[in-house]
C-alpha cells in the first residue's frame, strides 16, 4: 500500500519530536543557483552539523544520486558542515545499495571532497532510544564496508 504524499515526512519529523526533544527541526530546505534547484524534505543543526534529510518513500536509489550531486553544488558555501542523510522507508530496502552509489560519486566525481553522507530505515527509529545520540548510532555511513564490489 502506498502511502500518501508528506506521510512518511511527517512520520520522520513526529519521531524526532518525540524522541529528541532538544533538537528542533528547520524544515524543507531549498537550493538554487542559475536557476538549477534541488531541495531536502527536512533538515536540522545539531552537533555543529547540518543535517540535510530526504525521506526515501519512491525507493529510487538513482535520483538520490542526482540530488547528492547537486547538493554539493548548490549548497556552495551557504552550510557549515553539511551532512546528506537518507532516511529509506521501504523496510526491505538494502541502505548499502545507496551508501555505495554516493560513495562512487563522492569518490570519482567529486574527488571525495563531497559531504559526508549516511542512512537510516524509518522502521529502524521505533527502537531509538537517548534522544540525538541515540537517533545518530543507528545512522550508517559509507566506510570499507561500501566500496566492495558486487556482482
Request: a positive charge; hydrophobic letters at 35%.
Amino acid at each position: 500500500m502506498r502511502t500518501k504524499p508528506g506521510e512518511n515526512e511527517g512520520r520522520f519529523a513526529e519521531l524526532v519530536r518525540s524522541k529528541a526533544p532538544e533538537v528542533t527541526l528547520c524544515g524543507k530546505r531549498r537550493f538554487k543557483v542559475d536557476g538549477v534547484e534541488t531541495s531536502v524534505d527536512e533538515s536540522l543543526l545539531y552537533g555543529g552539523k547540518h543535517y540535510l534529510i530526504e525521506i526515501d518513500s519512491g525507493n529510487v536509489a538513482k535520483m538520490l544520486v542526482g540530488q547528492y550531486i547537486l547538493l554539493n553544488h548548490l549548497s556552495g558555501q551557504s552550510l557549515t558542515n553539511p551532512f546528506f542523510l537518507v532516511v529509506h522507508t521501504h523496510k526491505s530496502y538494502n541502505i548499502s545499495r545507496t551508501l555505495k552509489n554516493l560513495d562512487f560519486v563522492d569518490r570519482n566525481i567529486l574527488g571525495g571532497k563531497g559531504m559526508p553522507f549516511g542512512a537510516v530505515h524509518l522502521s529502524s527509529l521505533s527502537n531509538w532510544t537517548g534522544g540525538m545520540p541515540g537517533f545518530l548510532e543507528l545512522v550508517r555511513e559509507a566506510g570499507p564496508a561500501t566500496t566492495t564490489t558486487e556482482t
